[in-house]
Structure formats: structure tokens, C-alpha cells
């Protein structure tokens, strides 16, 4: 997994802890990457703030945070607004790779997930964020009838490394702070995996296929 290849890459998520969840370990493995994590929700959480800040440590990353709401009745954001915001996080707008949110969630269901991607997608699409290639997690839970799996048929499926992962469930267990037996810890993925695009039109054939918004 290692590669001397420098990107500048930015990493676009809801919440601080899915940039570990479905990418951690890919980060950790390019320390070579400079990385810029940009995370909408929390921001003036007490307890998770400090931690993101922490785990951009621990990644070898960079990052902001901004503080959409992100309640339990998930009132759904408005796409553009989400967009303008992760334009006002990121410290500049041409990146080698930019990683995000798949289109439809990576389990069954977060909004937050979904607006994140719609919203890359087409700041991507306007050339409002410019990059060669955009990555999507690529992970399902089945309609809730298993953990998030990281899917074996993405365009990049990544087994990681023992040493790696041990890294990556340490950083949601000892930074984040989340205990061994919280949903968090179980299915903290032991393989990633993404779906990659290279142009817009690759990608809009297969986001209209999996949209699920509003």
C-alpha cells in the first residue's frame, strides 16, 4: 500500500471520526500524502474537537471543522449551503485526490454522509474544487443486516495490514475515546475500499444511480 507518490490530497467528511472509519487507514499508510481533513459537524463539541485535533496528529494531517447541525432528527441541509461550507474549510481548492462520503452513506442511513457527497460531487463538477481523481468510500451494512463492509468489487479494495489496522482501531479506541464494545470499535473496517472517478461524467452516471436524497 505504501507509495512515494507526494499528493495533496483532501479528505471531505460529516463527523470527526469518519475520516478513520472508511479512509484511516489508507492515510496512515501514505505519510508521504499532504492531507487536509475537512469535517462539517462539530466543531464546538467539547469533547470530540479536541479529539479530531489529536487524530489529525496521529494521521500526520492537517484540518478544520465547521459546526452544521448535525441533531438526531437529521433536518436535512441544504446541498449548496454544505458546499459553500466545505469551500470555507478547505485551505485551498486544487487537490491531486479528493476523498469523500459515498452517495449513498455507508450504512443504512446518515443524511449528513449523503449531503457531504452530493455536495463534493458538484463543486467538483462546477471546477469550484479541482482534482484529476475523486474517491468514494465504498462500503454497505445491507440494509442494516450486517456491519458497514467495505465492498470487494470497489475499484480499490484494500486489506490493511495488521500493524495498520491495529493503528487505525487505536485511534477510535484511544483517541477518540470510543470503549471496545461501542458500535464504533465493532465495525471499525479491517479492509477499505473506494470507488474512483476521473471525470464528471463518470461519475454523475454512477451517483444518479445510487442517489438516494432527498
Known sequence: MRSAIQKKVAVIVAHP?????????????????????A??????DADRAPRFAAVLQALGATGEMADMDDGPEQTP?????VAEQVLQLLPYTQFDL????NIAGEYTRHRRHEEVSEAVFQLWQQQRLSSPELWCFAYDDGSRSHFPLADPLADIYLPLPPEIYQQKKSIITDIYGFSHDSWEAKITPSAEAFRTFSTVAEAAQWLSRNRILP
Not at 98 to 101: F, N, P
Open 77 to 81: 441541509l441544504s446541498i449548496p449551503v
Open 39 to 44: 469535517c462539517i459537524c462539530r466543531a464546538n
Open 17 to 37: 471520526d469518519d475520516e478513520t472509519l472508511w479512509a484511516g487507514g489508507t492515510l496512515l499508510s501514505h505519510p508521504e500524502w499532504t492531507c487536509f481533513v
Open 98 to 101: 479528493i476523498i469523500t462520503h
